[in-house]
């Protein structure tokens, strides 16, 4: 586990989350495919619920998220992610004080009132590629998460090609960190993340995973998302609600090259996996026998 990444990122309005451990970031999708039909009282609570069980376990940020950005997915419109999103994200907000919210999206109407509703975080996989996206999160004085996606979500697993898949990803990045910087967003609000299934083969995925320490050279604390994806299938044969273990498989993996923040499903495993990987380093790290 390395520690080149910032020690802490600057969410704006005085709130600043330490990197100094491991965070995880606890997946909440909030979509008709997950609880019922978007926007509604029901879905709202069940999202609410799913958000407690994920600060119970041990979740330091919510990754609330209103527009599936599955391979194939169709897009959503602004006001169905705002009807889905916006109540879920005020009930953390008001249940949960401290823990840190951040919102998927890639529309900068979603990001505004996401952040006016108590979000910390823009966790956008265009890497605010989408018009006004960069002045939004500027003026917003927020976190953001900035995602590498080869081609658009509908399309973009038909035949991902790179020649240098980890040199391209790493130069998209910093291409994006200097437009961030160029509009006012500063380094220290920035985290980095080479979006693990966006455009990607297996073999694509698996040279970014073994290679994370390319990924440091920025200096930018790093993000990855890796949980119950397809690679986890191809490699396993198991469906999506079996992938648990391979899914801690990789958080561990990835927190042990230095990752600053995994995003899961499963809260509760990936908080005890990280905890033994962070003591094992911490142990490397003063050791001096
Ligand atoms: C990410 O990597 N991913 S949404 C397909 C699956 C399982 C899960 C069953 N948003 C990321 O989680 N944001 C998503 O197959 C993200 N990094 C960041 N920053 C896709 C997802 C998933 C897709």
Redesign the pocket.
Known sequence: MSTNAAAVLDCGAGCFLSLDRPRIMG?LNVNPDSFTDGGDFFSTAAALERASAMVSEGADII?V?GES???GAEPVSIADELARVIPVIEGIRRTFPGVIISI?TCKPEVMRAAVAAGAQIV?D?TALRAEGALETVAELGCAV?L?HMQGEPRTMQHAPHYDEVVAEVLAFLEARVDACVKVGIPRQRLLL?P????GKSLEHNLTLLGRLDALHAPGLPL????????MI?ALTGRP?DERLYASIALATLGVWQGAAVV?VHDVRGTVDALRVCAAVNKARGTSNT
Do not use: E, Q, W
């Open positions: 997946i990754d998220g950005s599955r391979p998927d966790n996989i998460c995602m993340d979006g693990i299934g966006f993000l990855l998302g890796a949980s119950r994806k397809s299938g999506a995003r």
